[in-house]
């Protein structure tokens, strides 16, 4: 282990068991070393594990196999050097902005005059002077950041983690709480030795970071580490800036499309729809049909006004249905994309339901739902039996998007009364 690294995960796995018995394997074989001199960006899409990285080097977890070591020795309990900016402030509202800052403070046994002077030092480093009495709901979401900063600041950490931190602001806002993070950074000021920051976004990462970290999967574990040698304060236009972007794009579009070319391959063949509304992927169909049916899936990305992982996992939602074929970094549209592009809604719904009866776990449901009386379960045994099938997946959020392209297509009705969920009377025997 490099003398100079500050904490260390070695083929980290972890995994959850489920009320059903069954078990969810988060990351597998991670290995991540954070070093003193780095800002290090943990990139990846929703559902990667990310956050639950963030929670095995503070100590809040521990692996179910593997290593974790702070300063070279294995860790136990919390990791005492870090701090966390999560992505909501998490205030309390009770307190001003200066109590807010030195709550932290009152567990590590400090005197009244040391915690006043970290409260002190962190309301100068992130700029809320003369805000020291404010309340959280006199403050604005920008502001209020700044506080969740300051209070893990007066913490005095070796390493700072921030788990997207600025993705609930207005883009002015981040980008302004973005340089300011740098600044402190630089000024070598503060205790810090190494700042994480956890985030979806690419160009954040490469504005930010020095050492890129691509986290994908399944199985969810490190997919590239590329070191990002540009110089403070980077240019979003540059030749160099761009070129680096473009390069974790195809790690990341890589790691989330994969390149077999078939979706629906047996590995495959319980996926399930990610959460994508049925909406936002017939929007895209249609923006593809204008743009002469293929897009570069960097310029996809800016064109729906979507972030690239996010605008990946649409262009995964479009891929799975048959929609769209991704040829490197192309989006294309397929024959039955051009016609959810410009068909008519009957013409939707009906090639919706036809591909959804082609994914094998909608037929399973299907099938499970003619079998129960009156064609109908309780929302609650639907997810139980959704993790008993594909014990891999958030099954809320996959039964849920299940549930809105299974109406579109005429497949499914869901109560929001009863909490349940029934076959749709014209749906088609399997």
Same mark, same amino acid.
């Given at each position: 282990?490099?003398?100079?690294?500050? +904490?260390?995960?070695?083929?980290?796995? *972890?995994?959850?068991?489920?009320?059903?018995?069954?078990?969810?394997?988060?990351?597998?074989?991670?290995? $991540?070393? *954070?070093?003193?001199?780095?800002?290090?960006?943990?990139?990846?899409?929703?559902?990667?594990?990310?956050?639950?990285?963030?929670?095995?080097?503070?100590?809040?977890?521990?692996?179910?196999?593997?290593?974790?070591?702070?300063?070279?020795?294995? $860790?136990?309990?919390?990791?005492?050097? %870090?701090? #966390?900016?999560?992505?909501?402030?998490?205030?309390?509202?009770?307190?001003?902005? /200066?109590?807010?800052?030195?709550?932290?403070?009152?567990?590590?046994?400090?005197?009244?005059?040391?915690?006043?002077?970290?409260?002190?030092?962190?309301?100068?480093?992130?700029?809320?002077?003369?805000?020291?009495?404010?309340?959280?709901?006199?403050?604005?979401?920008?502001?209020?950041?700044?506080?969740?900063?300051?209070?893990?600041?007066?913490?005095?950490?070796?390493?700072?983690?921030?788990?997207?931190?600025?993705?609930? $602001?207005?883009?002015?806002?981040?980008?302004?709480?973005?340089?300011?993070?740098?600044?402190?950074?630089?000024?070598?000021?503060?205790?810090?030795?190494? %700042?994480?920051?956890?985030?979806?976004?690419?160009?954040?990462?490469?504005?930010?970071?020095?050492?890129?970290? #691509?986290?994908?999967?399944?199985?969810?574990?490190?997919?590239?580490?590329?070191?990002?040698?540009?110089? !403070?304060?980077?240019?979003?236009?540059?030749?160099?800036?761009?070129?680096? #972007?473009?390069?974790?794009?195809?790690?990341?579009?890589?790691?989330?499309?994969?390149?077999?070319?078939?979706?629906?391959?047996?590995?495959?063949?319980?996926?399930?729809?990610?959460?994508?509304?049925?909406?936002?992927?017939?929007? *895209?169909?249609?923006?593809?049909?204008?743009?002469?049916?293929?897009?570069? %899936?960097?310029?996809?990305?800016?064109?729906?006004?979507?972030?690239?992982?996010? /605008?990946?996992?649409?262009?995964?939602?479009?891929?799975?249905?048959?929609? #769209?074929?991704?040829? !490197?970094?192309?989006?294309?549209?397929?024959?039955?994309?051009? +016609?959810?592009?410009?068909?008519?809604?009957?013409?939707?719904?009906?090639? +919706?339901?036809?591909?959804?009866?082609?994914?094998?776990?909608?037929?399973?449901?299907?099938? *499970?739902?003619?079998?129960?009386?009156?064609?109908?379960?309780? !929302?609650?045994?639907?997810?139980?039996?959704?993790?008993?099938? &594909?014990?891999?997946?958030?099954?809320?959020? /996959?039964?849920?998007?299940?549930?809105?392209?299974?109406?579109?297509?005429?497949?499914?009705?869901?109560?929001?009364?009863?909490?349940?969920? !029934?076959?749709?009377?014209? &749906?088609?025997?399997?």
């Amino acid at each position: 282990m490099d003398k100079a690294a500050l +904490i260390e995960l070695r083929n980290v796995k *972890m995994d959850y068991r489920l009320s059903t018995g069954a078990t969810i394997s988060v990351l597998d074989n991670l290995n $991540l070393t *954070m070093r003193a001199g780095e800002i290090v960006a943990l990139l990846g899409a929703s559902g990667t594990g990310k956050s639950t990285t963030l929670r095995l080097l503070s100590g809040l977890q521990k692996p179910t196999s593997g290593t974790v070591k702070a300063n070279d020795k294995p $860790l136990e309990g919390l990791n005492r050097d %870090i701090s #966390v900016v999560f992505q909501e402030s998490s205030l309390y509202p009770w307190l001003s902005v /200066a109590e807010n800052i030195e709550f932290g403070l009152y567990p590590q046994g400090f005197s009244l005059r040391t915690r006043r002077q970290r409260v002190s030092m962190a309301i100068d480093l992130v700029g809320l002077e003369g805000f020291e009495e404010a309340y959280p709901r006199e403050l604005s979401g920008g502001m209020r950041q700044r506080v969740g900063i300051a209070r893990a600041l007066a913490m005095e950490p070796k390493l700072l983690c921030m788990d997207e931190p600025f993705s609930s $602001l207005d883009v002015l806002t981040a980008d302004t709480l973005r340089g300011e993070v740098l600044e402190i950074w630089q000024k070598k000021s503060t205790n810090l030795k190494s %700042i994480l920051i956890i985030t979806h976004d690419i160009l954040e990462a490469v504005s930010m970071a020095n050492r890129i970290v #691509v986290i994908g999967g399944p199985p969810n574990s490190i997919k590239a580490d590329i070191q990002n040698p540009l110089l !403070y304060p980077r240019d979003e236009n540059s030749w160099q800036f761009t070129q680096l #972007v473009r390069k974790i794009h195809a790690v990341l579009t890589e790691s989330i499309l994969g390149d077999d070319g078939n979706p629906q391959s047996e590995s495959e063949s319980l996926w399930v729809i990610p959460p994508v509304p049925i909406a936002d992927v017939i929007g *895209m169909t249609e923006l593809l049909e204008d743009h002469k049916g293929s897009l570069d %899936i960097f310029e996809l990305s800016k064109l729906i006004e979507k972030d690239f992982s996010e /605008a990946l996992t649409t262009v995964k939602a479009a891929e799975l249905m048959g929609f #769209v074929d991704t040829p !490197y970094q192309k989006v294309v549209l397929t024959r039955l994309g051009q +016609i959810m592009a410009h068909g008519d809604v009957n013409e939707r719904k009906e090639t +919706i339901k036809r591909q959804l009866q082609q994914l094998k776990l909608v037929r399973l449901l299907i099938e *499970m739902l003619q079998n129960e009386e009156e064609s109908a379960v309780a !929302y609650a045994q639907a997810v139980e039996w959704l993790q008993g099938k &594909s014990p891999a997946i958030n099954s809320d959020t /996959a039964l849920e998007t299940l549930i809105d392209w299974g109406r579109y297509g005429g497949l499914f009705r869901f109560n929001s009364d009863e909490q349940r969920l !029934y076959l749709d009377e014209v &749906s088609p025997t399997i």
